[in-house]
DNA sequence: TCCATGAATTGGACATTGTCCAATTCATGA
DNA sequence: TCATGAATTGGACAATGTCCAATTCATGGA
């Protein structure tokens, strides 16, 4: 049986406050969602939610492993639900989307460095960088470098990824 | 025969100067060194050089792909003058040191996605995470996330990787 | 040698993102 | 009921990279 998230929140050692539960939920609605869109969306909720509280509730929910924080080059900081199953991005080089794709292998480290130069790796990190279909579409091949593009990279456009089941 | 580093700035259509060509060996000199780091070195090499000026040479020097751009989540952007060979990066979570692992296929992308969601891609970008032999050496395990760790990590030391031949 | 023009200078201002501050109040949960 | 973790306020701060713009420098082709 499923828990409720506040049940989940408990679980993990964390009161189930108003404004950690309005952070899940608007973490749930946009995946890949950036602070400042956290805190947006949470005030709408519940009316009113401080910048503080924003990101106390996120990096208390990234610490206890109940949401995701992913940062691909060039974007804020940016947060998912979708955790523990070592997915991958793909990342738009123009306009920066983030999309998931699943890992082959489902856990971290799903790859195996050529010399570990006596490291103990936890995880290999992936990001598929490229152009998304819109972007082809549309014909846009502005770089990464471009300041402006870079700007507008850092806050792309939501796209919807399944659901996890 | 290989040319000057001069010769090979004006082979790719950059005037070659004094600037650009101590930004050059400052990024030769230090793996993964960050921008702050490269003005000071330059500055100590050619006596002046202006902030802007230090920009201005890097970001020309990645435009033309004399020099490549990392930037691992939680660092400033590092600069490295491996090129071409797609290699990847070992980091550490705790100090933030960063080296050099070969990549197993040699070119970009050396990866196929699961799924590539009609994205172009061009590069697979992998970072492998975990804590380097001198930080579990000395038992160190301060998260990432942690504020103090996180800023130290963004300075990490110099670590020595094999020089290209 | 001349000179067009790309590059560099100065050095602060600006922008973004995330953290810090700290006294006080809120509100969760035992 | 009340201890204490959480939130508030709202600006200050920090780090990193970009912008500004008039002026001067210096590279490299003629």
């Known amino acids: 049986m499923t828990l409720t998230p506040a049940e989940t929140l408990r679980r993990h050692g964390l009161q189930a406050t108003a404004q950690r539960l309005a952070v899940l939920r608007a973490v749930a609605s946009q995946p890949h969602i950036t602070a400042d869109d956290v805190a947006a969306v949470a005030a709408v909720e519940i009316g009113t939610i401080s910048r503080q509280g924003v990101y106390d509730a996120l990096n ?19 947060y998912e639900d979708r955790v523990n199953d070592n997915h991958h991005h793909l990342v738009c080089r123009i306009c920066g989307a983030v999309v998931d794709v699943d890992c082959a292998v489902g856990s971290a480290p799903c ?10 790796i936890d995880e290999a990190e992936v990001a598929y960088w490229g152009r998304c279909p819109e972007c082809a579409a ?28």
Chains 1, 2 share one sequence.
Do not use: C, H, M, W
């Not at 790859?111 to 103990?120: M, N, Q």
């Not at 549309?138 to 300041?147: H, M």
């Open 138 to 165: 549309q014909g846009r091949t502005s770089s990464r470098l471009d300041p402006a593009a870079r700007r507008r990279r850092g806050a792309p456009r939501v796209v919807a990824t399944p659901t996890p089941s």
């Open 60 to 78: 208390a929910l990234v610490q206890r492993g109940l949401i995701r924080r992913i940062q691909p080059v060039g974007s804020p900081a940016r």
């Open 111 to 120: 790859l195996t460095a050529k010399d570990d130069r006596g490291y103990e």
